[in-house]
């Protein structure tokens, strides 16, 4: 609502804090829920892309959202496992290639959720002779 006040002979409109407030938390809100919509919507769409083996579609997505991999990657989970574990379980090589030649070191040598590299996963869940993580390996060692 609005009221107004005389000061020097000229009339100022103040509009009260309450209903300012409300309004401002209101639009504040509305604005919050689409971003996080079009976050799980990418997300999906990056595991989709992952499990086809389509790395020209992930690497359009990427680009229209205007993200890089490397600062996503720890935040996208997929049926609860990252990007890396999930193409390799899919045999998604062109992908898993792709994502390895864009992680950090530091992120390819970092523990999972499970306490274990994806090294030691792949190693272990009978992955260790695939593609990517041959280019996980040559990552790590420097190449």
Same mark, same amino acid.
């Given at each position: 609502?609005?009221?107004?006040i005389?000061?020097?002979?000229?009339?100022?409109?103040?509009m009260?804090?309450l209903?300012?407030s409300i309004?401002?938390i209101?639009a504040?809100?509305?604005?919050?829920?689409?971003?996080?919509?079009?976050?799980d919507?990418?997300?999906a769409?990056?595991?989709?892309?992952?499990?086809?083996?389509?790395?020209?579609?992930?690497?359009?997505?990427?680009?229209?959202?205007?993200?890089?991999?490397?600062?996503?990657?720890?935040?996208?989970?997929?049926?609860g496992?990252?990007?890396?574990?999930?193409?390799?379980?899919? +045999?998604s090589?062109?992908? +898993?290639?792709?994502?390895?030649?864009r992680?950090?070191v530091?992120?390819l040598t970092?523990?999972e959720?499970?306490?274990k590299t994806?090294?030691?996963?792949?190693?272990?869940?009978g992955h260790?002779a695939?593609?990517?993580?041959?280019?996980i390996?040559?990552r790590?060692?420097?190449?």
């Amino acid at each position: 609502m609005l009221y107004s006040i005389k000061i020097n002979n000229k009339k100022e409109y103040r509009m009260r804090l309450l209903p300012t407030s409300i309004v401002a938390i209101i639009a504040a809100s509305a604005f919050s829920m689409p971003v996080q919509a079009n976050s799980d919507q990418l997300a999906a769409n990056i595991c989709n892309y992952v499990q086809a083996d389509d790395k020209n579609r992930l690497r359009k997505k990427l680009k229209e959202n205007r993200v890089k991999l490397r600062n996503i990657y720890s935040g996208v989970k997929c049926n609860g496992d990252s990007l890396l574990r999930t193409a390799m379980n899919s +045999g998604s090589e062109k992908v +898993g290639t792709f994502i390895a030649k864009r992680l950090s070191v530091s992120e390819l040598t970092a523990t999972e959720t499970d306490g274990k590299t994806i090294l030691d996963w792949a190693n272990g869940n009978g992955h260790g002779a695939s593609a990517i993580t041959t280019a996980i390996k040559d990552r790590t060692a420097g190449g």
